[in-house]
DNA sequence: CGAAGCATTGAAGTGCGTCAACAATCGTGG
DNA sequence: CCACGATTGTTGACGCACTTCAATGCTTCG
């Protein structure tokens, strides 16, 4: 269960068969989290970090008059809140999208972790960075590109993180989120999302049916998001 | 000239005389940098971080098209680029937007630092942590927040982290961005920008003068923007 | 003093939002 | 297996925040 996560780090990392084991030492325990639950709420203390083992969960901001901004899509694999292991409390909620299993990562095991191998102390910040990167990314597309620009790059985007995660076969890949979801990542009302979608099928670049996506044109789809992988750090880093 | 870095740290840890020393260490070399200079371009390979000792720096993505977001504002005391540390090499750009003092600190004497320290590595770790925590702000603004909230959000939270950082002195504060350099904060035209900006003024909220900010009314500043600075971490961590 | 950048203004256009209704699908219990 | 209410998706009409284009004055600084 804990292989999308492996799968992400021997992406960019070459991992001992000991510093794979240790790995999945961290998980203290599982747990099965139903869809469209607040896990994590913004400024509860915070002691362990939450590995996801499986499914789809969001970090999202909420503003007093309800409008809800999703910051960062999860996917099997991800560490949802591994910034919390410095920040101790968290800036945003953390909500499941889909049934999740959930690995809990105690913080104690993690220090007593980068103390015996701070190599993997600076993995996992350099993980924490490239969310930040990812979250860059969400600002260009928020600030300068156009709706269906912005939808290309975001399924162009977790395309490429499912692949890596192993969760995506051939042209497809699940995927949970009602269009309000959608447009909550994306800064738009649900209406524009809706008449977007609408228009990359009319294109033939990608069809969102049932809980599920399908890239019909992939360089087409790339081509309008201009889509560029480099923040995702997809090579062999030094280290 | 490291004062205000020492300033941002803290306001947020404890630091022992011992530790400080270590910190102003890391400086290796200080360079002085002119207006609008490209310090780092993306992609370049890294071994060194930029510890931003006077002046402001923004980092920024630049499309295709030549338009640009910028995806932070950066202060006296701000780190620019720390998470070259793990990352080794940028998504983005780094600029000066006034002349600068930049402090050159080798990835080496980090490393070794946080060797000898790793209380202080969890601290760093922590800043970049923060500074995720800022985009993920800023995309909130860009997603939901109007021009005018936006805009006064940045206000309040340059206020706040120059305040910090021993850089405001009573409701003023120095501001070299133009106005192109603003609207490209906030996701907006230079047109908006400076419509959005009269609006501010109008309403006897702030007067962005020449290359200096004053804060007239703070408390009507923040309820526009609905700012809640819970997002900068300003209280004392326990780490 | 002149050129180049920066700030400001007006008029017109548009991408996306808002409101409101309806259709399709889903989950649940009877 | 059907009935139902609730959620999700879709559509149309209309409005507005922001953009675009274009012109003009205002600084700043060789």
């Known amino acids: 269960m804990i292989s999308a996560h492996l799968k992400k780090l021997r992406q960019r990392f070459e991992l001992s068969a000991a510093e794979e084991q240790e790995i999945e030492g961290l998980v203290a325990d599982s747990r099965q989290v139903d869809p469209d639950q ?9 002691d362990v970090s939450l590995l996801l083992l499986d499914g789809w969960l969001v970090r999202h901001k909420d503003m007093p008059g309800g409008e809800r901004q999703i910051t960062e899509v999860h996917v099997s694999g991800d560490f949802a809140d ?3 292991y410095t920040l101790k409390k968290l800036d945003h909620d953390v909500s499941s999208l889909s049934e999740c299993t959930i690995g809990i990562v105690p913080h104690a095991r993690l220090r007593s972790l980068f103390e015996r191998n701070p190599r993997l102390g600076k993995l996992y910040w350099f993980l924490t960075n490239m969310d930040a990167a990812i979250h860059r990314e969400q600002i260009l ?5 156009s709706a269906i620009e912005r939808m290309a790059h975001l399924f162009c985007e977790l395309y490429v993180r499912l692949e890596v995660a ?10 949970p989120l009602t269009q309000r979801e959608l447009s909550e990542c994306l800064g738009l009302t649900v209406v524009h999302a809706n008449r977007t979608l609408q228009e990359l099928r009319r294109r033939q670049l990608v069809e969102v049916g049932s809980r599920e996506v399908r890239i019909i044109d992939r360089a087409g789809l790339e081509a309008v998001a201009e889509f560029d992988p480099e923040y995702l750090y997809l090579d062999k880093q030094p280290i």
Chains 1, 2 share one sequence.
């Open 38 to 46: 607040t896990i994590v709420r913004a400024g509860d203390k915070l």
């Open 82 to 84: 591994l910034h919390g």
């Open 141 to 145: 597309s928020l600030g300068r590109r």
């Open 166 to 175: 192993g969760c995506a076969t051939g042209d497809r890949f699940a995927f």
